[in-house]
C-alpha cells in the first residue's frame, strides 16, 4: 500500500514536470532555453518508463535522447547565430489559432478515447518487460531483421549527414 | 499498480503540446524538438501497453522509435546547417522554394 502511494505521488509530480516543461519549451524565445526545457521532458520521461518498470529502456531514453540527440541539437544551436529569429513577435494568425484550437479538440478526444477505454487485447507471458537481458536476447533472435535494417539505416544516416556538411564547406573553399 | 489510462492521458498532453509547438513556432529547430517531442509521446504510450499486457513487442518497436529518431536527428541538423549558410535565417516561413 505505502508503495502505490509512493509511485502515486512519483507520477504526479513527474507528469505535472514533464507537461509543464514541454509547454515552456514551446513558449520559450530563445531555442537554447527549449532546448534545455527539452531535456527535462525527455529525463521526466524515462522516469515514467521507470515506473511503468522498464528500466533498459529508461537508460536509453537518458543515453539517446538526453544525451546524444539533444547534445547534437544544442551544438547546433550554439554553432548558428540565432539571434535574429528572438527578435522577432511570433505573429499570430489565423491559421495558427484554428490549428490550436483543433489539436485541443483532439487532445479531449484522445484523453476521453484512452482514459474511459484503457487497452484492451491479449496478454503475454513475459514476467519482466524491462531487463536488458529479455530485451537482448529478443533483439538477436526474433528481431534480428529489423536490427539489421536499423544499422543500415544508421550507417545510412552517418553518410548522408557527412555528405550534407562536407559538400557545402568544399563549394565554399572555391567560390 | 497505476492505472495505464493515466499514462495515456500524460501522453495525449504530451502529443498535442508537440503538435501545437510544431504549427505555431516559426524556428526550425524548435519545431523539429516538437516532432522529437511527439516522438516521445507516442513511445510513452507504447511502453505503457507493453508493460500492461506483459508483451515485449510495445518496448522494441520503441528501441526502432529511438533509432529511427537519432538518424533523423544527424540527418536533419546537417540540413539546418546547409538552410542557415544558404539564408542566414532558421524561420520555416522564409524556405518556400517549392512554393508550399
Known amino acids: 500500500m505505502g508503495i502505490l502511494i509512493a509511485k502515486w505521488v512519483v507520477f504526479i509530480i513527474v507528469s505535472l514536470l514533464a507537461i509543464i516543461s514541454s509547454v515552456l519549451m514551446i513558449t520559450r524565445k530563445s531555442a537554447l532555453h527549449?532546448?534545455?526545457?527539452?531535456?527535462?521532458?525527455?529525463?521526466?520521461?524515462a522516469v515514467l518508463y521507470l515506473l511503468l518498470g522498464c528500466q533498459f529502456l529508461a537508460m536509453l531514453q537518458i543515453i539517446v535522447y538526453a544525451g546524444a540527440v539533444m547534445m547534437l541539437i544544442?551544438?547546433?544551436?550554439?554553432?548558428?547565430?540565432?539571434?535574429?529569429?528572438?527578435?522577432?513577435?511570433?505573429?499570430?494568425?489565423?491559421?495558427?489559432?484554428?490549428g490550436v484550437i483543433v489539436s485541443l479538440v483532439f487532445m479531449l478526444l484522445l484523453m476521453l478515447m484512452m482514459g474511459l477505454n484503457g487497452i484492451k487485447g491479449k496478454a503475454g507471458t513475459l514476467a519482466s518487460i524491462g531487463d536488458a537481458k529479455t530485451i537482448g536476447s529478443l533483439l538477436f533472435t526474433h528481431y534480428l531483421l529489423p536490427f539489421e535494417v536499423a544499422s543500415i539505416l544508421l550507417l545510412a544516416a552517418m553518410v548522408g549527414a557527412v555528405m550534407l556538411s562536407k559538400k557545402k564547406t568544399m563549394e565554399g573553399d572555391m567560390e | 499498480m497505476i492505472p495505464s489510462q493515466a499514462f495515456f492521458v500524460v501522453s495525449a498532453i504530451l502529443f498535442v503540446i508537440g503538435v501545437i509547438g510544431a504549427i505555431t513556432r516559426r524556428n526550425a529547430i524548435i519545431v523539429f524538438m516538437s516532432i522529437e517531442m511527439m516522438l516521445n509521446?507516442?513511445?510513452?504510450?507504447?511502453?505503457?501497453?507493453?508493460?500492461?499486457?506483459?508483451?515485449i513487442d510495445g518496448v522494441m518497436f520503441v528501441f526502432f522509435v529511438m533509432t529511427v529518431a537519432a538518424a533523423e536527428a544527424a540527418v536533419g541538423l546537417a540540413i539546418?546547417?546547409?538552410?542557415?549558410?544558404?539564408?542566414?535565417?532558421?524561420?520555416?516561413?522564409?524556405?518556400?522554394?517549392?512554393?508550399?
Open chain 1, 74 to 98: 544544442i551544438f547546433v544551436i550554439m554553432m548558428l547565430d540565432l539571434k535574429k529569429e528572438t527578435m522577432f513577435k511570433t505573429r499570430i494568425t489565423r491559421t495558427k489559432i484554428v
Open chain 1, 34 to 45: 527549449s532546448a534545455l526545457f527539452m531535456i527535462l521532458t525527455f529525463v521526466c520521461s
Open chain 2, 41 to 55: 509521446a507516442v513511445s510513452l504510450t507504447l511502453v505503457t501497453a507493453s508493460s500492461t499486457l506483459h508483451s
Open chain 2, 80 to 100: 539546418f546547417l546547409l538552410m542557415y549558410r544558404r539564408k542566414n535565417t532558421l524561420k520555416v516561413d522564409e524556405f518556400n522554394l517549392l512554393k508550399g
